[in-house]
């Protein structure tokens, strides 16, 4: 595991040398710097749904759902990343506490 | 130096970033990583949606693989920032080294937000520095009390990581086309979650945005006679 972690690290580190090695001339298509910002997307969507409804045996419905809820409630609201994450948190520990998912 | 305003923002964004290292760090011994490991991960990889990616796919009973092939693709967009702020910092010997390392969403907007040159310079440093000794002080914090605090879910950590993974999207979704896009990734995650091992959903849905990116994008015009 430790052996995968370092890899993934040293991963991450050589993209971001990379981008100051290789010749900016790169940036000159767009597409370069439009399929970078939909993967990030994209990854991240996919982050959340499996995040909030993945589960050991198959898709599940619990308690992660309202957290979601409230996460994005709060982000309407402007709330700062750290609420965010605060409010998600407790969603789903009182949820739980009360008996629910 | 203190007076640059670059530097007070650069330094402000490092504390407020520095901050949610906490819940990466219980995020992180909460998916059965160790005190150490967690750290390893905000020192080297140094770059929070790919450490919350990793994690995340752990905590899911991925493969190690499928995370590092999660937290390379998130990473890419480093290479990118690193691009557009090379020729800005032009940093020479281990210089290119530490800003390379330093190259992070925060570092890049906050240095992407000045007009002038000098400020850039500075704000990209502040920033940069600033989250990094703020996120691996907090990584530490909040992997000592993840570990201490036993079952994950009685505590909400579980939604926490949902939360944490759309506050991170969220700024991106202000454009259209990236929102309807996220949305193709998230059904595409949705149908292979029953089907696929875990991990995989992810990079079948970064595949599809990347494809939608690549031939739905224009290329740039050769230049007309």
């Given at each position: 595991m430790t052996g995968w972690l370092v890899a993934s690290a040293l991963a991450c580190l050589l993209l971001k040398l990379a981008g100051y090695l290789l010749p900016t001339a790169v940036l000159a298509d767009p597409r370069v710097g439009r399929t970078t910002d939909l993967v990030t997307a994209g990854c991240l969507a996919a982050l959340v749904v499996v995040q909030t409804v993945g589960g050991d045996a198959g898709p599940a419905l619990d308690a992660r759902v309202a957290a979601l809820l409230v996460a994005a409630v709060a982000l309407l609201l402007r709330a700062p990343f750290v609420v965010v994450v605060l409010l998600g948190a407790a969603t789903a520990a009182g949820l739980r506490a009360a008996g629910i998912g | 130096?203190?007076?640059?305003?670059?530097?007070?923002?650069?330094?402000?964004?490092?504390?407020?970033?520095?901050?949610?290292?906490?819940?990466?760090?219980?995020?992180?011994?909460?998916?059965?990583?160790?005190?150490?490991?967690?750290?390893?991960?905000?020192?080297?990889?140094?770059?929070?949606?790919?450490?919350?990616?990793?994690?995340?796919?752990?905590?899911?009973?991925?493969?190690?693989?499928?995370?590092?092939?999660?937290?390379?693709?998130?990473?890419?967009?480093?290479?990118?920032?690193?691009?557009?702020?090379?020729?800005?910092?032009?940093?020479?010997?281990?210089?290119?080294?530490?800003?390379?390392?330093?190259?992070?969403?925060?570092?890049?907007?906050?240095?992407?937000?000045?007009?002038?040159?000098?400020?850039?310079?500075?704000?990209?440093?502040?920033?940069?520095?600033?989250?990094?000794?703020?996120?691996?002080?907090?990584?530490?914090?909040?992997?000592?009390?993840?570990?201490?605090?036993?079952?994950?879910?009685?505590?909400?950590?579980?939604?926490?990581?949902?939360?944490?993974?759309?506050?991170?999207?969220?700024?991106?979704?202000r454009r259209r086309e990236t929102a309807a896009v996220a949305a193709a990734a998230a059904l595409v995650a949705v149908l292979t979650l029953p089907v696929a091992p875990a991990g995989v959903p992810v990079l079948a849905a970064a595949l599809v945005a990347a494809a939608l990116g690549w031939w739905r994008t224009r290329p740039a015009r050769r230049d007309a006679p």
């Open positions: - | 130096m203190l007076r640059s305003p670059a530097v007070r923002q650069g330094l402000s964004v490092g504390v407020a970033t520095g901050l949610y290292g906490i819940s990466f760090g219980a995020l992180a011994t909460a998916a059965g990583l160790s005190v150490w490991q967690a750290c390893l991960l905000s020192a080297v990889m140094f770059t929070g949606g790919s450490q919350f990616a990793v994690v995340g796919v752990l905590a899911a009973g991925g493969a190690p693989v499928a995370g590092f092939a999660s937290a390379t693709l998130l990473g890419l967009r480093n290479a990118v920032y690193g691009l557009q702020l090379a020729p800005r910092l032009r940093p020479r010997g281990w210089r290119r080294l530490l800003a390379a390392h330093l190259t992070i969403d925060e570092s890049a907007a906050v240095s992407a937000a000045q007009d002038d040159a000098d400020e850039a310079r500075w704000g990209f440093w502040a920033a940069g520095l600033g989250v990094f000794v703020c996120w691996n002080a907090t990584t530490l914090g909040g992997a000592v009390l993840g570990d201490a605090l036993g079952d994950p879910r009685r505590w909400g950590l579980d939604g926490a990581a949902a939360a944490a993974f759309l506050a991170l999207l969220w700024p991106r979704l």
